[in-house]
């Protein structure tokens, strides 16, 4: 068990904004359960019935104009300056930031790829430098999803065929979660990614050795890095623990059975055509849930996945 | 339901067999049986809640898939709303209480009534088939996942289209009734706010539940013959499903609450012994309430894509419910001054409705201000929210409605003290449940998650254990029901000494309610200058 207050910080400053927000609405809202519920617990005390016989009450009030308006009133007002300043606030974080830098993102059952402008791609990994901020340019491929990053108090769906944007300013080192919100299956829960927020020297180290590394790496280490760029491992452990879909652990040469009947070795060929085409030999027990990889897993990568699942005893 | 011996009167339950419940056109043996009906579900719904709560204690496989646990939130929420919380007050103590509460026979059309409680279950039935490949889209749906999922889609639409044409009979029914058949004397200003409550949530029900009936028979068209009205590929609009469908959902939450507050206004002044405070004030804030819940169903899609400009005119809308709704709590609240209050459970319940449903109104303060919205919407806030709004507001308000009917409907007393463990066992329960999940969904956990990373973990385990006490009490309440339909005491015309016009009738009532029509000479709420009616 972990602790349960730890985490979840305002981490930017429109988070700040918002949490001030929270905490007018709460103040306000507590002094109204205050009163009410202190009142109710007053009366029911006060004017409990103590003796059978006392079968009336002391008052025949039935109404009284005054009091109404006044309680029609003050409510109306404190509403009224709920929305005026949610509104206000919501007005500045989601307003257009000049100087943005693009990431597009694309949401997928059940992954976020995202694409930066100089052409790196990563899967439910974001980097960004403190400093600038970012404008996310969002589609999905396939159903609705949701963008969360609780730290920063943002969220946004993604719909298919249509351009859905977000904003946010890093300005604090760390990594953050992104939380898929909007249900989209199976996998919905499993549909997280990181948002590491790195100071500029560090961001253009990072990613001039990402640029560097890549080719140097020998064949199963460039495949594990692959699954996780790709987001496999969101769904398929290496553990041996099932998520939604089955295992790597052990998988490579083994038999399996499959949904549809039948039997198949998991071989490179069963392991290509599960990349492209993954509904056609699903295993048994788990659900058809995963998206095509077709025309992005190029064949190098395809080797260099199969070499890393033969490493997987 | 069970008897008075002794020679009493065994009322409107005097005749026996399946085909004199099957074939009734009494009005209050309808409204027995959708009790019944929506009470199974209620329970059923349940078990669906505790499963998913104890599979949130362990964020793993260990007790059974994920697929199963989407399933089951699926079940557990179009369960409760469809077949429980949507007809249970309406239909159920609506159609008992309506025609009894105005002086009348029966409902304008019996057998009307009859249809559409069989409509209802043959809705129920077409649902029940429907999950030969469970659905697994949660209740709301939503576009495209809906028209791409495994389940039966277009079967399950056409149960809910049938279960929604029974609503729609049912409002039309009530709104003739309270129309044409009140007693003499009965002026609009002279009926019970139950009967203010219940017109305003048909008048919703008539004008709401056609567009849900279009949504999901435009649904099963997208899956049935691929037509596209959902699908941006073919030029439709993923965003047009959540329009329509809250067009119709934001409007019926308060076909779940009107009602309820109505048993609410009718049970505060009977235990208080004091007339109702500011009665104009509340009955025609039902109809504001019914009146301004067609404008706001947008603030369920501040985040989901739908322009800012409309999402700020949702926002400014969606305030103005709740002026009507605070001063409905006010006034019960100043009901009780200056009364001789007594606690037996109709009021205890009543009072914890006011309490929770405090929670749950100022926790929607957060969802209807934008900036606060965009951070908390589909997180476990939002789950706690509508808990207690709908459990913590119309479950206990039909619970109240239960307890303070019970010996009018079956001809016997509940036992008190029985009642008390129940009503305790409910409120510690339900509120360990929901009230730290407000805290669990501001720190960012999103609903319908099966798994969740583990510094959720401790305040998930308070829930679930809290949802075992919760259970808890609502075993102890149903056991208590079942026991007081058989072996309760024999009730009293007028147990609770209220003014209304059903304790002028024998418990239980005999089959036309009344052995001649009462007059209405004044309002039912005059506790102080009238002295009640009946044996009490």
């Not at chain 2, 209050?28 to 009906?37: D, F």
């Not at chain 2, 209480?97 to 043959?122: H, K, M, Q, T």
């Not at chain 2, 400009?309 to 969606?318: D, N, Q, R, V």
């Not at chain 2, 934008?370 to 039909?398: N, R």
Request: charged share 15%.
């Amino acid at each position: 068990m972990t602790n349960a207050f730890a985490g979840g910080a305002a981490a930017s400053p429109s988070a700040w904004q918002i949490d001030a927000v929270f905490l007018f609405i709460a103040c306000v809202s507590l002094f109204f359960f205050l009163l009410v519920e202190g009142l109710l617990i007053y009366f029911a005390i006060r004017y409990r019935r103590r003796k059978a016989s006392e079968d009336a009450a002391l008052s025949d009030v039935r109404s009284n104009t005054l009091l109404e308006i006044v309680w029609v009133l003050v409510p109306s007002l404190a509403v009224l300056a709920f929305f005026t300043y949610g509104y206000v606030v919501f007005r500045d974080v989601t307003a257009p930031q000049p100087g943005a830098s693009d990431v597009n993102v694309t949401a997928g059952q059940f992954l976020y790829e995202f694409k930066y402008a100089d052409g790196r791609t990563a899967v439910n990994e974001l980097r960004v430098p403190i400093g600038p901020p970012v404008k996310l340019i969002m589609t999905s491929r396939d159903v609705i999803h949701g963008f969360f990053i609780p730290e920063y108090r943002i969220k946004q769906d993604i719909l298919p065929g249509q351009y859905t944007y977000l904003y946010f300013q890093p300005d604090r080192e760390g990594t953050f979660d992104i939380f898929c919100t909007q249900y989209c299956g199976v996998g919905h829960s499993n549909m997280r990614a990181k948002l590491i927020v790195m100071s500029p020297d560090a961001y253009s180290t990072w990613k001039a050795e990402a640029e560097g590394a890549k080719a140097a790496l020998p064949l199963f280490e460039k495949g594990k890095e692959l699954l996780e760029r790709f987001g496999c491992l969101g769904c398929h452990s290496v553990d041996g623990s099932v998520k939604v879909g089955p295992t790597f652990k052990g998988l490579f040469g083994r038999m399996v059975l499959l949904e549809a009947g039948g039997e198949a070795k998991a071989d490179e060929e069963y392991i290509r055509e599960s990349i492209v085409d993954p509904g056609a030999k699903v295993v048994k027990g788990f659900p058809n849930a995963m998206p095509t990889f077709k025309g992005s897993v190029s064949d190098d990568d395809m080797a260099a996945i199969v070499a890393f699942l033969k490493t997987q005893k | 339901m069970a008897l008075p011996e002794n020679g009493r009167s065994r009322g409107y339950l005097a005749a026996r067999g399946f085909r004199s419940w099957a074939l009734t056109l009494d009005h209050k043996r309808i409204g027995a049986l959708y009790l019944y009906t929506t009470l199974f579900f209620f329970l059923l719904g349940g078990i669906f809640g505790l499963l998913i709560r104890i599979k949130l204690m362990y964020p793993g496989q260990a007790i059974f898939s994920n697929q199963t646990y989407n399933v089951l939130f699926t079940l557990h929420g179009s369960m409760m709303i469809f077949l429980f919380i949507i007809p249970g007050i309406p239909s159920g103590l609506g159609n008992f209480f309506i025609p009894l509460l105005i002086g009348a026979r029966d409902v304008a059309f019996p057998r009307l009534n009859l249809a559409s409680y069989w409509i209802f279950v043959a809705g129920i039935l077409v649902i029940l088939g429907s999950l030969i490949r469970p659905m697994d889209t949660g209740w709301t749906f939503y576009t495209p996942y809906s028209a791409k999922t495994g389940a039966n889609i277009a079967l399950l639409s056409f149960g809910i289209f049938l279960v929604g044409m029974s609503s729609i009979l049912t409002g039309l029914n009530f709104i003739v009734t309270v129309h044409k058949l009140r007693a003499p004397g009965m002026t609009w200003h002279r009926m019970p706010l139950f009967i203010w409550g219940m017109y305003a949530t048909s008048i919703i029900q008539v004008l709401a539940t056609p567009v849900v009936g279009i949504t999901f028979l435009l649904l099963a068209m997208e899956r049935v013959f691929g037509i596209g009205f959902f699908d941006p590929a073919k030029g439709g609009d993923p965003l047009l499903f959540q329009h329509f469908f809250w067009f119709y959902s934001h409007p019926v939450v308060y076909v779940m609450i009107l009602p309820a507050m109505g048993v609410i206004s009718e049970v505060i002044p009977v235990f208080s012994r004091k007339p109702i405070f500011g009665y104009k004030a509340i009955a025609y804030s039902s109809l504001a309430i019914a009146f301004i819940g067609f404008l706001v169903w947008g603030h369920h899609m501040f985040v989901s894509g739908m322009s800012k400009t409309a999402s700020i005119i949702f926002s400014f809308l969606t305030f103005f419910v709740a002026v009507p709704t605070s001063v409905k709590v006010f006034n019960w609240i100043a009901t009780m001054y200056k009364g001789s209050i007594t606690f037996e459970s109709p009021m205890l319940y009543a009072l914890t409705f006011i309490s929770l449903f405090i929670i749950g109104g100022l926790t929607g303060m957060f969802l209807g201000a934008l900036a606060t919205d965009v951070h908390v919407h589909d997180t476990y806030f939002i789950v706690a929210h509508f808990h207690y709004t709908m459990m913590g507001g119309t479950v206990m308000g039909l619970l109240a409605g239960l307890h303070y009917w019970w010996p009018k409907m079956t001809g016997r007393m509940l036992s008190e003290k029985t009642a008390r463990w129940g009503w305790l066992l409910t409120f510690i329960g339900f509120n360990l449940t929901f009230l730290v999940q407000f805290y669990l969904g501001f720190k960012g956990m999103p609903r319908r998650w099966a798994e969740y990373p583990p510094q959720y973990q401790t305040l998930n385990i308070v829930s679930t254990v809290g949802s075992w006490i919760l259970a808890g009490g609502i075993l102890v309440m149903f056991s208590n029901f079942i026991r007081g339909l058989f072996r309760g005491d024999p009730a009293p015309a007028n147990p609770w000494k209220g003014l209304t016009l059903e304790w002028q009738t024998s418990s239980p009532p005999p089959e036309e309610n009344f052995g001649t029509v009462p007059v209405v000479t004044d309002w039912p709420y005059g506790y102080v200058k009238r002295k009640p009616a009946g044996d009490g």
